[in-house]
């Protein structure tokens, strides 16, 4: 079985950076992609930023460009979510996912295994 355990959310101040980590056990689950999604209150479930699984494609939503670093440790099954210049709008749960995209690494519907979530609150 396939679990993913997110750490690393909490409340800050806008301005204030935060890291994410996202732990994947499963022993034969590899080179498999990863993602960040987050949910605000009353809102769908949107796209962050997704690496696939040798680092060589990297993607970003518009809203956290500039701002967010995506990153994985593929020895540790880890990965990162680096979060700086947080604004009160970046205000969600976060959840990372990951598995075997087809097409669109930023679609939540091509990503199967999900964490929990772990909230993120961005005071101003």
């Known amino acids: 079985q396939v679990h993913l355990v997110e750490s690393g959310g909490g409340l800050v101040q806008a301005g204030d950076s935060v890291r994410l980590s996202c732990v994947v056990s499963?022993?034969?689950?590899?080179?498999?992609?990863m993602a960040w999604f987050r949910q605000a209150p009353g809102k769908e479930r949107d796209f962050v930023a997704a690496?696939?699984?040798?680092?060589?494609?990297?993607y970003y939503a518009d809203s956290v460009k500039g701002r967010f670093t995506i990153s994985s440790d593929n020895t540790k099954k880890t990965g990162y979510l680096q979060m700086d210049s947080l604004k009160p709008e970046d205000t969600a749960v976060y959840y990372c996912?990951?598995?075997?995209?087809?097409?669109?690494?930023?679609?939540?519907?091509?990503?199967?295994?999900w964490g929990q979530g772990t909230p993120v609150t961005v005071s101003s």
């Open positions: 996912a990951a598995d075997f995209p087809d097409y669109d690494y930023t679609d939540r519907w091509e990503y199967d295994y």
């Open positions: 499963g022993p034969t689950f590899e080179n498999y992609a």
């Open positions: 690496i696939t699984w040798d680092g060589k494609g990297i």
